[in-house]
């Protein structure tokens, strides 16, 4: 995993997530949505978290999904 992280930007938690009772799946980046997984892909995504044992492995899960959404240039 080291060298996927090589600048150390998951240790801030940036990415968080939460279910509704249509087990719809939400992902925050920095507390704005960005991602929201439903049916297959949500549940092959709930899948994955709890699968893991910390939290650095939970980061890394939801930055895959939510893809190459940063450029760099955003705030």
Request: without cysteine; aromatic residues 10%; positive net charge.
């Amino acid at each position: 995993m080291s060298q996927i992280d090589k600048r150390n930007r998951l240790d801030e938690t940036p990415f968080s997530y939460r279910v509704n009772k249509a087990q719809t799946v939400f992902i925050d980046y920095f507390g704005k949505q960005v991602k929201i997984l439903k049916g297959k892909e949500a549940d092959k995504f709930l899948t994955k978290i709890e699968a893991v044992n910390n939290e650095k492995e939970e980061q890394l899960i939801m930055a895959k999904v939510t893809g190459n959404f940063k450029r760099g240039n955003e705030k």
